[in-house]
């Protein structure tokens, strides 16, 4: 059994390669804490979350801590862009049960306040090593080996600093549409917390916070939504991993 959180279709992509080869059911995260479903047993468990801030999603971080994995081998995998920080330390600390092994892939950041995707070589400069990294996960959950396999993470102490600053970014008031919305409808049937409801076919952010996970943005079909002023979001584009378009 494989268990996802995914706003752009990073994380899914790794649960459904990795279920291509092993022949797993592949959940999605938000729809078990929708249908408030957090039990679960197999021989073998993963769960795969983005990195955010150093550490996790609000959404994996909420799961995992109503979570209920019963399994003899139960691995995380972290998706990243530039480090997965302390998300291992994290998924450890709020699951509250022993991880058997930790992984990690590196692919597009998807947090394009800060990380330019607007052209297909800014991709491309992320994941030179995401399929051997994915196959090289599915060698060592396939045999259950255990251990720390996870690269580029930063001590403990480091991350627990930095993770602290999620909680800010995560304000919904750094969100707005423009003029160019076309009321679709799109960001708020996407919304991993429900946190957006259209009023007058325009979206309306009805929580103070959100998971920040900026599938908003990057899904809005006339690329309507910014992050604070958008200078940098417009500039850095939009993605959706290819492999996931839906």
Known sequence: MILYFSATGNSQYVAQRIAEQTGEEVLSVVDC????RYSFADNRIGI???TYNWGLPSVARDFFQKAKPDTDYLYFVATYG???????YFAQKYLGKPISA?????MPDTWTVLFDLSTPEAVAKFTKTTEN???????HITSKDKG???RRKTPAFMAKMLYATYDAARATSHLSADDSCIGCGLCAEKCPVQAIEMTQNRPVWVKDKCAMCLGCLHRCPPFAIRYDDGKKTRAH???????MLN
């Open 133 to 139: 990294e994915i196959d090289a996960i599915i060698s």
């Open 82 to 88: 530039t480090t997965p920080g302390g998300s291992g």
């Open 33 to 36: 804490v929708r249908e408030e």
């Open 48 to 50: 795969i979350s983005p």
């Open 102 to 106: 930790f992984y990690s892939v590196r």
């Open 237 to 243: 584009g939009q993605y959706i991993n290819p492999n």
């Open 148 to 150: 720390q396999f996870m």
